[in-house]
């Protein structure tokens, strides 16, 4: 497990995943192989493929995982880059369904925020099961126009509705999922004020969340700013799944490893 910036579920999940299945997972800190900077990727993933049997990077240039694949003989998994967070949309959607059945074509799924990683993982997987996929944000934080593309692609064959507007409220109207991050992502530390200004009007709060469906759920990847894009009371009020979802991290991540080494 390499990874380049903090994590706590991401880490700890697919580390214990590994050993509740009977192997073993180790942690290379960002200081401990300086990836592309000590030694090319290409030179690590060649040597890495020697030594075990799959490798999980967390980065910050999206183009990394991509060169640690290329030249890795062995399974890749990306636990993170500017671009998506595949595995967090793997829980989210395990989440989604355990609170609203297999049948869940046709959900309304509403992102509030900044259109980063995890809103591109979150309308990947949405499309992917048949759920509408909105994003409520401000202008200038859209959501990387080549992701969604990729989500109209798959949405042709799904039928998913794509929505990207401006206003939350609107968003939210016959929402089942209310889904929010951090308005500062890992990378982005020097712009926090400016952002801070800027998603305000985004927190996802008990007046936003009373104008969705009566049975919607929030959604948070976590780690969360309390009080800034999700206040106390809905965070540990009784729309909130973030806990479970959390939880659900380490079910995904068995069953990603299942599928990659060849069991599942
Ligand atoms: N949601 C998530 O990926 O959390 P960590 O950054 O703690 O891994
Ligand atoms: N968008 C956040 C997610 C953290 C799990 C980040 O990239 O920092």
Redesign the pocket.
């Known amino acids: 497990m390499i990874f380049q ?1 903090p994590s706590l ?2 880490r700890v999940s697919f580390d214990m995943a590994m050993r509740q299945c009977g192997g073993d997972a180790l942690y290379l800190s960002p200081n401990e192989i300086g990836l592309g900077q000590r030694e090319s990727i290409a030179d690590v993933a060649r040597v890495l493929s020697g030594y075990v049997d799959a490798l999980m990077a967390r980065v910050f240039a999206h183009e990394h995982v991509l060169e640690l694949a290329k030249w890795s003989a062995i399974p890749v998994i990306n636990g ?1 880059s ?1 671009y998506n ?1 595949p595995c ?1 949309g793997m829980a989210d959607a395990l989440t989604v369904e355990e609170n609203f059945g297999k049948k869940s074509k046709g959900l309304n799924v509403t992102f509030i925020g ?1 259109g ?3 809103a591109v993982s979150m309308m990947h997987v949405s499309t992917k099961l048949g759920w509408n996929f909105t994003l409520a944000s401000p202008e200038g934080y859209d959501l990387n126009p080549k992701a969604v593309e990729v989500a109209k692609d798959i949405a042709k064959e799904t039928r998913s509705k794509l929505n990207f507007i401006r206003d939350p409220h609107q968003a939210v109207k016959g929402a089942h999922v209310i889904y929010t ?2 308005w500062t ?3 982005q530390e020097e712009e926090t004020a400016k952002r801070e200004k800027v998603f305000q009007p985004y927190q996802v709060n008990a007046k936003l969340v009373s104008e969705a469906d009566k049975d919607v759920i929030v959604m948070h ?3 969360a700013h309390r009080n800034h894009e999700l206040t106390d009371d809905v965070a540990d009020g009784p729309h909130s799944v973030i806990f479970p979802q959390a939880h659900n991290r380490l079910h995904a991540q068995k069953a990603i490893l299942a599928r990659l080494f060849g069991v599942a």
């Open positions: 910036k579920r991401t993170l500017e967070h967090q900044d980063n990683n995890v991050d951090t992502s890992m990378g990847c976590l780690p």
